[in-house]
């Protein structure tokens, strides 16, 4: 028989109340940073054009771009500085400048692309993929955090749960390929049934934990003009010319926690029932559309990302944890969410045969359409994206047959200064607020890979 404070323990361990630095979000690295180092380096603008294992999550119809199978391997460490500065309020509870989110998200990357036509009946080639993402350098496969915060907490930024996308693409006519994937998220579910004693020493305990996979669609579209409408080896306008579209079905990472506990003499059958169910790293649906234009050392690429955050707000009415800030009757402190798209411009240039560089810039408005959000205190706004990277393809290595790659890349993230009511039913101020904040914040993503053709 074991002594452990069990209903604060239940508490802590899914972070129901917490005012310490958030360490998840609703996010992931592909929307939020950028899956691979060229993807980073792009600002995201050529992810649609990327024949990389990467392609599995923006456009699954470009990993027949490349006929060629890639073992990919690569570390991504994103730095957040993450501040707010009072402004005004009763009780104050912020110091001008307080960093309130600093740990950073480290992940290790590992991916595969192969050619699976020689495992069917006919000569028309079938490519498939797959892309995953581990937190803390491999350690970490469900980083989750889902709490209130007095002091506010940042929506988007933070430590990312298990990141794995797989699927295949072929082409369907000359110059159009396709594609289709999907988007994998861990949904998990824990029962304890326990008795106990006032002091906290429990026995007869129960507990069965369980996951399930959780799996969403991912849909690629692209056309290479040149290759379509004109012959081999003529002049024509077209060659160079790239359109892409696809669609990201939204996903998140779900946990339920569902207690009850007897204390004999004193709560007595069926006992106290204590029933969580709460959402992380959700994504909306996201529709992207993207054109490309290169020639022989260079290429240039605008894409724009349709991405629906106003569904979220129904999605947190069955979160246990952030219903209340959805559920207000229309007060001034109601979360609401509004749909955004995301312009992005990259481009890449070729020094010589063996060293590319690629840059890119982007400018994501905050989802956020609301500046109060009751005890959740969510914190957002617009930002600045910027990419830098470089490539460097060795044709020949000694003991490789096929070339080896490896990227390099830093993306800079800026956050706009905004100003944030904070809200908590506990504060003697309720219903007005208890403190002004000013958010704002930078965010360094520094991320390399190798990648093996074969």
């Known amino acids: 028989m074991t002594i452990r ?10 972070g129901a109340v917490s005012v310490s630095p958030v360490m998840a979000s609703m996010g992931n690295i592909g929307t939020t940073y950028g899956v691979l180092p060229s993807d980073l380096a792009s600002a995201q603008a050529l992810s649609m054009f990327n024949s990389q294992v990467s392609a599995t999550y923006y456009n699954p119809a470009y990993l027949a771009k490349d006929s060629r199978g890639e073992l990919t391997t690569g570390l991504l460490h994103a730095d957040h500085e993450l501040r707010a500065s009072s402004v005004g309020g009763g009780s104050a509870p912020l110091r001008d400048g307080d960093i309130l989110q600093d740990s950073p998200s480290q992940q290790v ?24 993402g581990v937190e803390k350098y491999g350690e970490e496969m469900l980083a989750f955090n889902s709490q209130t915060s007095t002091s506010g907490q940042y929506f988007e930024y933070g430590r990312q749960p298990l990141f794995l996308n797989l699927g295949g693409g072929t082409q369907i006519w000359r110059g159009l390929d396709m594609g289709l994937s999907a988007r994998i998220t861990l949904h998990s579910e824990a029962e304890l049934v326990a008795t106990s004693t006032l002091a906290g020493e429990t026995s007869y305990e129960t507990l069965n934990v369980s996951a399930k996979p959780s799996i969403r669609p991912i849909f690629g579209l692209n056309m290479d003009w040149g290759e379509s409408f004109c012959g081999e080896g003529d002049s024509c306008w077209f060659n160079g010319l790239e359109t892409a579209f696809s669609y990201r079905g939204y996903s998140n990472t779900n946990t339920t926690v569902d207690s009850t506990i007897t ?34 050392r260079w290429r ?41 798209v995301v312009p992005r411009i990259g481009g890449e240039f070729n020094i010589n ?30 930002k600045m994206i910027l990419g830098l990277g470089l490539t460097a393809e060795y044709k020949s ?28 039913r506990r504060s003697p ?26």
């Open 5 to 14: 404070k069990l209903l604060p323990a239940v508490l802590a361990g899914i």
């Open 109 to 132: 990357l590992l991916g595969m692309k192969t050619d699976l036509t020689s495992l069917t009946q006919y000569d028309h080639p079938l490519y498939f993929g797959f892309m995953l």
């Open 263 to 296: 204390i004999p003499g004193t709560v007595l059958d069926p006992g106290i029932n204590l029933a969580i169910t709460t959402i992380d790293s959700y994504q909306p649906n996201i529709y992207a559309a993207g054109l490309a234009y290169g020639r022989e």
């Open 300 to 340: 240039v690429g605008v894409t724009l990302e349709m991405q629906e955050w106003s569904s979220l707000e129904e999605e947190l009415e069955g979160d246990t944890i952030k219903d209340q800030a959805v559920n207000t009757g229309g007060a001034p402190y109601e979360l609401r969410f509004k749909d955004i």
């Open 353 to 382: 045969d063996t060293y590319k560089l690629t840059g890119g810039v982007a400018f994501s408005e905050s989802p956020l359409d609301s500046n109060a959000s009751l005890e959740v205190n969510y914190l957002d706004a617009d």
């Open 397 to 424: 290595v000694p003991v490789l047959a096929y070339p080896v790659r490896f990227d390099l890349a830093y993306q800079y993230q800026q956050l706009d200064s905004r100003e944030f009511d904070l809200y908590d």
């Open 429 to 454: 101020s309720f219903p007005q607020s208890y403190e002004t904040v000013e958010a704002e914040g930078d965010v360094h993503v520094f991320s390399g890979s190798i990648t093996l053709k074969f």
